[in-house]
């Protein structure tokens, strides 16, 4: 009796996760099968499931419709020097608030916390007016300047920085290792999976970041890729979802592809962070 | 002798300054980037701006909340912002705690299958999970509707209708987020040691009893500090409405902060843009405080 | 090779007085441990002459120098750390090479020192490992070795051996005493365990509450404490003392007392039954309680004696000391050690 409750539950357990899994992962399978339909099949009622003859050039044609090519390279630049900057900025704020007591640190570490919860939806503006009067406006800075500090990420690496022993630092004192060697030779070494969820949870977030952009950006030259795609669909409004849907390929499947090699890497970087 | 007092004494200073110059570009990009324009967008709120003239930005005291907090438009937002609040973080809660209990114990490949694809949207763009359920949530050739008749019921008009787009726009919210909170509050649940399961099935507890009386209460702390993220969070909706609605029909999905992006870029009026910036900052910051308050509580229970 | 020197030294940790007007002066090559309960300030001093908490006033000179304003890796000291502070990134051979890397030193003879100072602790085919794959003892011999390879003129040693095994820590107390002797530079240890001192001290110095209690050689300490506080942290077991009436107090030490079924002769005499026998092998302890509930430590050979059998303990006049009441050692040449003996004696 027991032993028959229980493989009914196990079977409800399995249903109930296939289904998880379609809800999930369908939606993603049904953007690449509409970017491989024809205009009239992706538009038709009945809808298509699998497109009679797979579209490829659909691709190209999203390609070609904006300038994808340099959306793309602005993304990258923009994200590489995001993560760049953010690391110089943030290691040795991380490092200062975690292991030197000086005047004002409580403060001043309230300060980085206001950074993080303070939503971008309020400061945009007046940012967007200062980087116009820098007359910086059509260059790729007003994107990546402003996220300089990664408040969250001094906060994380403090974390992770406050459990190396003082002791290990005095050692090397006693070695007479200058701060920066400190930093590079023993704290950042020791940080490595922090440093990397940090660099990873940034680079995903920049990736995505769609409200930024647009609000700095007035011009095509300096758009990345979220900016570009949202526009495709104005452009195209609710026609031609084949070739919308092409070009959203073009920003999900990096992340996807990242996902199925790393996803357990990805998803401890996530919730690690998570809030406690 | 005096060369050596004068290295002692600047080294002396730069012990005491070395910390400071180690945050100051950190400090310096808040103070920029953060605390300048917080307050500049505050100091706006108060003024009739004028960006191509800065001469003729005058001091108009509160007249623009009074002028946002008059108009239907704005009223609507704030009560949209609120209701998609409510919703999605009710629905995302309630989902993520039944899946977190139920996945949470399990380590079998499937179960981990499972959570990465609950996962999988979290690290997806908005931008793109928005253009993917407007396609699906077609009135005539979408997949959603596909399903409904299949299954016998209406066709829906999802964001094509006053009356349902807002929960249109919720759905998708909820679909994102569920995946990354079931894996935070699984992370709460692995932090309950197993002694405690083994000694309420030592006590004949039955499983609901278990739920209700020892994991509940366990991983509520956690899951208020969840809720008040959650609930910052989806004040700050934006990305879906952009691309699922534009705000319509009729207003129906405006938000908060598509209210401030339409006020500057179609209306051009900064200083209701200010205004309704200002009213974001305010719940945000109450929030905030409030989350710190219990942060610090829970701090002192340990 | 360099002496040490305090000089009017205070330590203050935010409001509260650590260390106050502190002088001491430990001796150019000597092994110099200074020991006393948590808290007395010993690790401090230590830190001191490392540069890692630099004293609140008052002048620290190693070899004649004010090192005040001299960092710490340039102050010719080198540390050995309670918890070994191995870098936890580093191979063995990095971990040791570290220091002469940030001096600069040439790659011929950081490959020739590094050699030789693994060789001195047994460490040389580890070099390649990462310390995480290493014993606790292993990973003491390490830092050992890379405070061995900087050549420093002094050795600071925090409590290296607290967190060994109860073996390994004999074995490790031999190597530092040959190690000293193979280096002949300045050693100062630091421990709260008055066995390890004596075991491994030319020089004790003896700490309370931020003052130093006294500073002398092993058996001087033990022999002819200079106050009741050192008198009672050193020796194991205690001494046993008895307060008379003033508050002023005699005591002796476990092993000065005779013991037996009967009344022999002896200047302190006292009569009680024996409350807890412990078998230590060679020798055994007796706890022993008179009529007043006084209890008394004896360390004895015999082992006949078994627990409520009522015995009687003798000392003889010269192995017992007297303390004032300001608990200062009152000694033969001293004024009313006559009354205090009589007292005893009368007992």
Same mark, same amino acid.
């Given at each position: 009796?027991?032993?028959?409750?229980?493989?009914?539950?196990?079977?409800?357990?399995?249903?109930?996760?296939?289904?998880?899994?379609?809800?999930?992962?369908?939606?993603?399978?049904?953007?690449?099968?509409?970017?491989?339909?024809?205009?009239?099949?992706?538009?038709?009622?009945?809808?298509?499931?699998?497109?009679?003859?797979?579209?490829?050039?659909?691709?190209?044609?999203?390609?070609?419709?904006?300038?994808?090519?340099?959306?793309?390279?602005?993304?990258?630049?923009?994200?590489?020097?995001?993560?760049?900057?953010?690391?110089?900025?943030?290691?040795?704020?991380?490092?200062?608030?975690?292991? %030197?007591?000086?005047?004002?640190?409580?403060?001043?570490?309230?300060?980085?916390?206001?950074?993080?919860?303070? $939503?971008?939806?309020?400061?945009?503006?007046?940012?967007?007016?200062?980087?116009?009067?820098?007359?910086?406006?059509?260059?790729?800075?007003?994107? /990546?300047?402003?996220?300089?500090?990664?408040?969250?990420?001094?906060?994380?690496?403090?974390?992770?920085?406050?459990?190396?022993?003082?002791?290990?630092?005095?050692?090397?004192?006693?070695?007479?290792?200058?701060?920066?060697?400190?930093?590079?030779? /023993?704290?950042?070494?020791?940080?490595?999976?922090?440093?990397?969820?940090?660099?990873?949870?940034?680079?995903?977030?920049?990736?995505?970041?769609?409200?930024?952009?647009?609000?700095?950006?007035?011009?095509?030259?300096?758009?990345?890729?979220?900016?570009?795609?949202?526009?495709?669909?104005?452009?195209?409004?609710?026609?031609?979802?084949?070739?919308?849907?092409?070009?959203?390929?073009?920003?999900?499947?990096?992340?996807?592809?990242? !996902?199925?090699?790393?996803?357990?890497?990805?998803?401890?970087?996530?919730? !690690?962070?998570?809030?406690? | 002798?005096?060369?050596?007092?004068?290295?002692?004494?600047?080294?002396?200073?730069?012990?005491?300054?070395?910390?400071?110059?180690?945050?100051?570009?950190?400090?310096?990009? /808040?103070?920029?980037?953060?605390?300048?324009?917080?307050?500049?967008?505050?100091?706006?709120?108060? !003024?009739?701006?004028?960006?191509?003239?800065?001469?003729?930005?005058?001091?108009?005291?509160?007249?623009? !909340?009074?002028?946002?907090?008059?108009?239907?438009?704005?009223?609507?937002?704030?009560?949209?912002?609120?209701?998609?609040?409510?919703?999605?973080?009710?629905?995302?809660?309630?989902?993520?705690?039944?899946?977190?209990?139920?996945?949470?114990?399990?380590?079998?490949?499937?179960?981990?299958?499972?959570? #990465?694809? &609950? %996962?999988?949207?979290?690290?997806?763009?908005?931008?793109?999970?928005?253009?993917?359920?407007?396609?699906?949530?077609?009135?005539?050739?979408?997949?959603?509707?596909?399903?409904?008749?299949?299954?016998?019921?209406?066709?829906?008009?999802?964001?094509?209708?006053?009356?349902?787009?807002?929960?249109?726009?919720?759905?998708?919210?909820?679909?994102?987020?569920?995946?990354?909170?079931?894996?935070?509050?699984?992370?709460?649940?692995?932090?309950?040691?197993?002694?405690?399961?083994?000694?309420?099935?030592?006590?004949?507890?039955?499983?609901?009893?278990?739920?209700?009386?020892?994991?509940?209460?366990?991983?509520?702390?956690?899951?208020?500090?969840?809720?008040?993220?959650?609930?910052?969070?989806?004040?700050?909706?934006?990305?879906? @409405?952009?691309?699922?609605?534009?705000?319509?029909?009729?207003?129906?999905?405006?938000?908060?902060?598509?209210?401030?992006?339409?006020?500057?870029?179609?209306?051009?009026?900064?200083?209701?843009?200010?205004?309704?910036?200002?009213?974001?900052?305010?719940?945000?910051?109450?929030?905030?405080?409030?989350?710190?308050?219990?942060?610090?509580?829970?701090?002192?229970?340990? | 090779?360099?002496?040490?020197?305090?000089?009017?030294?205070?330590?203050?940790?935010?409001?509260?007085?650590?260390?106050?007007?502190?002088?001491?002066?430990?001796?150019?090559?000597?092994?110099?441990?200074?020991?006393?309960?948590?808290?007395?300030?010993?690790?401090?001093?230590?830190?001191? @002459?490392?540069?890692?908490? $630099?004293?609140?006033?008052? *002048?620290?000179?190693?070899?004649?120098?004010?090192?005040?304003?001299?960092?710490?890796?340039?102050?010719?000291?080198?540390?050995?750390?309670?918890?070994?502070?191995?870098?936890?990134?580093?191979?063995?051979?990095?971990? @040791?090479?570290?220091?002469?890397?940030?001096?600069?030193? $040439?790659?011929?003879?950081?490959?020739?020192?590094?050699?030789?100072?693994?060789?001195?602790?047994?460490?040389?085919?580890?070099?390649?490992?990462? $310390?995480?794959?290493?014993?606790?003892?292993?990973?003491?011999?390490?830092?050992?070795?890379?405070? @061995?390879?900087?050549?420093?003129?002094?050795?600071? &040693?925090?409590?290296?051996?607290?967190?060994?095994?109860?073996?390994?820590?004999?074995?490790?107390?031999?190597?530092?005493?040959?190690?000293?002797?193979?280096?002949?530079?300045? %050693?100062?240890?630091?421990?709260?365990?008055?066995?390890?001192?004596?075991?491994?001290?030319?020089?004790?110095?003896?700490?309370?509450?931020?003052? /130093?209690?006294? &500073?002398?050689?092993?058996?001087?300490?033990?022999?002819?404490?200079?106050?009741?506080?050192?008198?009672?942290?050193?020796?194991?077991?205690?001494?046993?003392?008895? #307060?008379?009436?003033?508050?002023?107090?005699?005591?002796?030490?476990?092993?000065? #007392?005779?013991?037996?079924?009967?009344?022999?002769?002896?200047?302190?005499?006292?009569?009680?039954?024996?409350?807890?026998?412990?078998?230590?092998?060679? *020798?055994?302890?007796?706890?022993?309680?008179?009529?007043?509930?006084?209890?008394?430590?004896?360390?004895?050979?015999?082992?006949?004696?078994?627990?409520?059998?009522?015995?009687?303990?003798?000392?003889?006049?010269?192995?017992?000391?007297?303390?004032?009441?300001?608990?200062?050692?009152?000694?033969?040449?001293?004024?009313?050690?006559?009354?205090? &003996?009589?007292?005893?004696?009368?007992?």
């Amino acid at each position: 009796m027991y032993k028959k409750k229980q493989k009914i539950a196990g079977f409800i357990g399995v249903i109930a996760k296939i289904l998880i899994c379609l809800i999930f992962l369908f939606p993603f399978l049904w953007m690449i099968s509409i970017s491989l339909q024809t205009a009239t099949e992706s538009s038709r009622a009945p809808i298509t499931f699998i497109p009679a003859s797979p579209q490829w050039q659909n691709f190209v044609t999203a390609w070609n419709m904006a300038p994808f090519g340099l959306y793309l390279k602005n993304s990258i630049i923009i994200i590489f020097s995001i993560v760049i900057l953010q690391s110089l900025v943030m290691v040795p704020a991380a490092y200062a608030f975690a292991k %030197f007591k000086f005047k004002g640190r409580g403060f001043l570490f309230g300060l980085v916390l206001v950074a993080f919860m303070m $939503p971008v939806q309020v400061t945009f503006l007046p940012v967007y007016y200062m980087m116009g009067d820098w007359r910086l406006v059509n260059t790729l800075i007003p994107q /990546i300047l402003p996220h300089m500090t990664n408040a969250f990420g001094i906060f994380l690496l403090r974390q992770y920085f406050m459990q190396v022993p003082d002791e290990l630092l005095e050692a090397a004192r006693l070695d007479n290792a200058s701060e920066l060697k400190i930093l590079g030779k /023993i704290m950042l070494p020791m940080s490595k999976p922090a440093i990397s969820a940090i660099a990873l949870l940034s680079f995903v977030g920049h990736w995505n970041d769609y409200f930024w952009p647009l609000m700095m950006t007035r011009a095509d030259a300096v758009r990345p890729l979220t900016v570009g795609i949202a526009a495709l669909k104005d452009a195209e409004g609710n026609n031609n979802w084949n070739v919308i849907m092409a070009g959203n390929m073009f920003l999900v499947m990096p992340l996807v592809l990242i !996902y199925i090699f790393a996803s357990k890497f990805i998803i401890n970087s996530f919730t !690690y962070s998570g809030i406690k | 002798m005096e060369k050596g007092r004068k290295n002692k004494k600047s080294r002396h200073i730069m012990r005491i300054l070395k910390p400071y110059l180690l945050i100051a570009p950190a400090i310096l990009g /808040i103070m920029l980037f953060t605390v300048y324009p917080a307050i500049k967008m505050v100091f706006w709120s108060f !003024y009739d701006v004028n960006q191509l003239n800065p001469a003729k930005t005058k001091f108009v005291g509160m007249k623009n !909340y009074v002028k946002i907090f008059h108009s239907t438009d704005f009223v609507k937002s704030l009560k949209n912002t609120g209701i998609y609040t409510l919703w999605t973080v009710v629905f995302i809660m309630l989902c993520a705690v039944v899946l977190a209990i139920w996945l949470g114990r399990k380590k079998d490949k499937f179960s981990k299958f499972t959570q #990465a694809a &609950m %996962f999988l949207p979290h690290i997806i763009s908005m931008i793109s999970v928005g253009l993917i359920f407007a396609q699906m949530m077609g009135v005539n050739n979408g997949l959603l509707n596909e399903i409904l008749v299949a299954v016998g019921l209406e066709r829906c008009q999802w964001t094509q209708s006053s009356s349902t787009a807002l929960m249109s726009v919720i759905l998708v919210a909820v679909w994102k987020a569920i995946g990354y909170y079931t894996v935070i509050i699984m992370g709460s649940l692995q932090s309950i040691p197993d002694s405690i399961y083994e000694a309420a099935a030592l006590d004949d507890a039955s499983k609901l009893t278990t739920l209700r009386k020892i994991t509940i209460p366990l991983i509520s702390p956690q899951l208020f500090f969840t809720l008040i993220i959650m609930t910052i969070g989806s004040f700050k909706v934006f990305e879906t @409405i952009r691309v699922m609605t534009a705000g319509g029909p009729n207003n129906s999905t405006n938000s908060l902060v598509y209210y401030v992006y339409q006020q500057v870029f179609t209306k051009y009026d900064i200083g209701r843009a200010a205004a309704g910036g200002t009213v974001l900052f305010i719940i945000v910051g109450i929030l905030t405080i409030l989350y710190f308050a219990l942060l610090s509580k829970k701090v002192h229970y340990q | 090779m360099a002496s040490i020197e305090f000089k009017n030294v205070t330590k203050q940790f935010d409001k509260t007085v650590v260390i106050k007007d502190l002088d001491l002066k430990i001796e150019d090559g000597s092994f110099t441990v200074l020991v006393g309960p948590s808290g007395c300030g010993k690790t401090t001093l230590l830190r001191m @002459i490392a540069g890692i908490g $630099p004293q609140t006033s008052g *002048e620290v000179l190693v070899g004649d120098q004010d090192v005040t304003d001299i960092e710490p890796g340039k102050r010719g000291v080198a540390m050995v750390f309670q918890n070994y502070a191995i870098y936890p990134t580093m191979t063995v051979r990095d971990n @040791i090479e570290f220091g002469l890397k940030n001096q600069k030193i $040439p790659k011929e003879e950081r490959e020739r020192r590094v050699k030789e100072a693994c060789e001195k602790v047994g460490m040389t085919e580890y070099l390649d490992r990462k $310390p995480g794959t290493l014993s606790g003892g292993q990973r003491q011999r390490i830092a050992l070795a890379r405070a @061995i390879v900087k050549n420093p003129s002094v050795f600071l &040693m925090d409590e290296p051996l607290s967190n060994l095994d109860a073996k390994l820590r004999v074995q490790m107390r031999v190597e530092l005493i040959e190690l000293h002797k193979k280096l002949k530079t300045t %050693f100062v240890y630091v421990t709260h365990d008055q066995v390890e001192a004596m075991s491994m001290a030319d020089t004790i110095v003896l700490m309370n509450q931020g003052k /130093i209690q006294q &500073m002398a050689s092993p058996s001087v300490m033990y022999k002819d404490p200079d106050n009741l506080f050192t008198a009672r942290f050193i020796g194991s077991p205690a001494m046993n003392v008895k #307060a008379f009436e003033d508050g002023s107090c005699f005591g002796f030490r476990p092993e000065a #007392a005779i013991m037996s079924k009967e009344k022999e002769d002896g200047w302190f005499k006292m009569q009680g039954t024996i409350a807890a026998r412990e078998m230590l092998g060679s *020798e055994t302890l007796y706890t022993i309680r008179n009529e007043q509930q006084d209890t008394f430590v004896v360390k004895s050979g015999d082992d006949s004696h078994g627990v409520d059998e009522t015995v009687w303990i003798h000392v003889p006049r010269e192995k017992i000391y007297i303390f004032g009441k300001d608990e200062m050692r009152i000694r033969q040449q001293d004024d009313g050690y006559e009354t205090y &003996m009589g007292k005893v004696g009368a007992m």
